[in-house]
């Protein structure tokens, strides 16, 4: 995927934040925002922020669905609201490899096929069994 490709995907899934997102895609949105945004920061201050505040909703879109193709929930990307660990931390896990197959998210956006065999899905249980279960193990 090429850096126009992931721009109007970003753009054409302005707010969807299900789903996964390939690490290409989410990797090109960043490097164009953070370049478009850095020019027209010097150009205008004015023109900056609202390209900032244009980019904001897809930017946060596209990191929820990243997130969701390395198999963690979007809610991951509060972390880049903490001020020191936060930010490196979040880009950390969003250069994980991505799940192969599909996961709890959607299908693979690469086409992939699962490797290995697949876990069972969980039982389902009610609370009261699982508090059951909680209280014989204490």
Known sequence: ?????????????????????PLAEFWWWAFAVTAVGAVTLLVSTDLGVLFLLVVAIPSAAVASRRLHDTNRSGWWAL?????FPGGPFLAALL????????????????????SGPRPPPPAETSLGERMLKWQHRR
């Not at 995927?1 to 997102?21: L, T």
């Not at 972390?79 to 001020?83: H, I, M, N, R, S």
């Not at 250069?95 to 699962?114: H, Q």
């Open 1 to 21: 995927m090429g850096p126009e490709a992931a721009i109007r995907i970003c753009f054409a899934k302005y707010a969807v934040f299900s789903g996964r997102a």
């Open 79 to 83: 972390l880049a609201l903490v001020p």
């Open 95 to 114: 250069v994980f490899e991505s799940t192969s197959g599909d996961n709890r998210f959607g299908p693979d956006p690469l086409g992939r096929e699962a």
